[in-house]
């Protein structure tokens, strides 16, 4: 999971290995790293093999901005994926 500036976007990538029973990837943003809304759902490929993914989120206006990916499996399970952050420059 990637995440980088560009001008007042902000680029969200990410590759899976292989999806078995995977149903959705919710983006999720935070300005203060504790409390995280989600703001985009993408139905995930669910098939084997690499499966490359990429949103663009418009920058809001804060020192720094946090992402996660909660990646939900088809029985309602879910894990998180490292927090990133994005500083204004």
Same mark, same amino acid.
């Given at each position: ?8 976007? $902000?680029?969200?990538?990410?590759? %899976?290995?292989?999806?078995? #029973? ?7 943003? @935070?300005? !203060?790293? #504790? @409390?995280?809304? %989600? =703001?985009? $759902?993408?139905?995930?490929? #669910? ?5 490359? &993914?990429?949103? =663009? +989120?418009?920058? $809001? @206006?804060? !020192?720094? =901005?946090? &992402?996660?990916?909660?990646?939900? +499996?088809? +029985?309602? %399970?879910?894990?998180?994926? +490292? ?5 204004? %420059?």
């Amino acid at each position: 999971f990637n995440v980088s500036r560009k001008l007042s976007e $902000i680029l969200l990538n990410w590759t %899976t290995e292989s999806e078995v #029973n995977t149903k959705e990837f919710e983006v999720q943003r @935070s300005s !203060d790293g #504790n @409390s995280f809304e %989600t =703001i985009k $759902i993408v139905e995930a490929a #669910n098939k084997s093999g690499k499966n490359s &993914y990429s949103e =663009i +989120d418009n920058a $809001i @206006s804060a !020192d720094e =901005i946090y &992402y996660r990916l909660k990646m939900v +499996d088809l +029985d309602g %399970t879910f894990s998180y994926s +490292d927090v990133k952050v994005v500083r204004s %420059t």
